[in-house]
């Protein structure tokens, strides 16, 4: 007797406790009125793949098991499930079908009941949607491209998933500059995450959000560069770009490439302005005869990469790694080939901003004595700059492809390596060693 009393308890809790339980009358959920996720959550339930609890609550802000998120996602889809053996747990049929569907590939790091992280949420969504964005990018996209996009829809580690996902509108940030991918998922972030996979699947344009997308693709692969200049790359070249090339190693350096990061000079809120060392007032270009500041320069792009610390313990030397970009924005040596040597150097000497500059000069007082003096018409300038950073105006004199290498020059030890090497769509037409310079902004090449 005492026996049926506690399996009759058992029983009863679980049916107060476990969701998909109940009538989808939206009216009965007491806990949802003025939610920020309301409407998606009285979606979810009309459309029967959740419900609400048989306390007529829905706990919007209580954790989703990976479970709980399997089968949500797998009845939203109506991908077929075969029926529950008598031996079988509820959740069985649900997670061979999302096994066969292939939306389910050994994705989650937690057991089955415990709160869904962000980071494994994201997996989910992207391969519920990979069909749909493959086909979306054919649609769009000349017979060129095809290949590349087949290869990248095929090749995805976990941390492309991460930034498809986001790149298709389907997750968002907690803020503009965090993913929070091992915060757990809650019920109401589920459903609406689960809406715009339903959405999106239907055809429908979701809104992203550009600063997360940019940190979401340096979580991918250390760099921002094919989210601020999608239009221009491509984004079937992503995957092109070689991490595995970011690692140095010579006699007097061994350590990494840690970040490459585009800033756009008229984006005040980019959340890459800290990796710039200096603030832009105490910055100026070189210029040729004159230093020119750049603080109020607009229509640009900054282009500055972080550096790991020297793994070589001891090492006195400084052993300066470097980003080299080659094809946007040109150096004057290219520039001047193009068209009229005479004017072009006449304008850049009296400040024009025409082409890529390397920003090394940082302006200060007077040098204490013994310190290195560099100075142009009497200003005094910091020569020794410890990051690169480049300038590039968003209007350029563009070559026939595009190359990335990471460089380490000492005496008697110089080492090159090509991170990137691509012949973006936008300039395939376009004649290296034009007669004339032919100008193009990079956000309007495609």
Request: charged letters at 25%.
């Amino acid at each position: 007797m005492k026996a049926k009393i506690i399996i009759t308890f058992l029983f009863i809790f679980s049916l107060a406790t476990m969701p998909n339980v109940g009538a989808a009358n939206t009216g009965n959920l007491k806990d949802i009125s003025g939610h920020w996720a309301e409407a998606q959550i009285k979606s979810a339930v009309v459309k029967g793949y959740v419900n609400g609890y048989q306390d007529g609550t829905f706990k919007p802000e209580a954790p989703v098991s990976g479970e709980e998120f399997l089968a949500m996602m797998v009845r939203a889809l109506k991908i077929p499930t075969e029926s529950q053996l008598s031996e079988e747990s509820w959740f069985s049929p649900i997670y061979k079908s999302a096994v066969k569907s292939g939306i389910y590939q050994g994705d989650y790091q937690k057991g089955w009941d415990q709160p869904l992280t962000r980071g494994d949420m994201a997996l989910t969504l992207e391969r519920a949607t990979r069909q749909r964005s493959f086909k979306q990018l054919v649609e769009s996209s000349p017979q060129s491209r095809i290949q590349d996009i087949d290869s990248m829809h095929k090749n995805m580690e976990p941390k492309q998933m991460v930034y498809e996902s986001v790149r298709r509108g389907l997750m968002t940030g907690t803020s503009s500059t965090e993913l929070s991918l091992d915060s757990a998922t809650t019920r109401a972030q589920a459903v609406v995450v689960i809406e715009r996979v339903i959405s999106y699947n239907a055809g429908e344009s979701l809104p992203i959000d550009r600063h997360t997308l940019e940190v979401a693709e340096v979580f991918w692969h250390s760099t921002n560069l094919f989210t601020v200049w999608s239009n221009f790359l491509g984004i079937e070249n992503a995957n092109k770009f070689d991490t595995t090339k970011l690692h140095m190693e010579t006699d007097f350096f061994v350590g990494d490439i840690t970040g490459l990061y585009i800033i756009d000079a008229n984006d005040p809120d980019s959340p890459y302005w800290d990796k710039i060392q200096y603030p832009l007032s105490e910055l100026y270009r070189n210029s040729y005869k004159e230093a020119y500041p750049v603080e109020d320069i607009k229509d640009a792009y900054y282009i500055v990469h972080s550096i790991s610390e020297n793994e070589i313990e001891n090492s006195q030397h400084l052993a300066p790694i470097n980003i080299n970009i080659h094809g946007v924005g040109e150096d004057p040596v290219t520039y001047f080939n193009a068209g009229d040597v005479s004017a072009m150097r006449e304008r850049l000497e009296n400040g024009s901003f025409e082409v890529k500059e390397v920003l090394l000069l940082r302006k200060h007082t007077v040098p204490k004595v013994g310190e290195a003096q560099h100075h142009i018409n009497g200003k005094y300038f910091d020569s020794k700059v410890a990051v690169r950073t480049y300038i590039v105006p968003k209007y350029n004199v563009l070559v026939d492809k595009i190359t990335i290498d990471v460089s380490s020059t000492m005496i008697g030890d110089r080492k090159n390596q090509r991170v990137l090497n691509i012949w973006p769509t936008g300039i395939r037409t376009l004649k290296p060693n034009a007669s004339d310079v032919e100008l193009y902004m990079l956000e309007e090449l495609n």
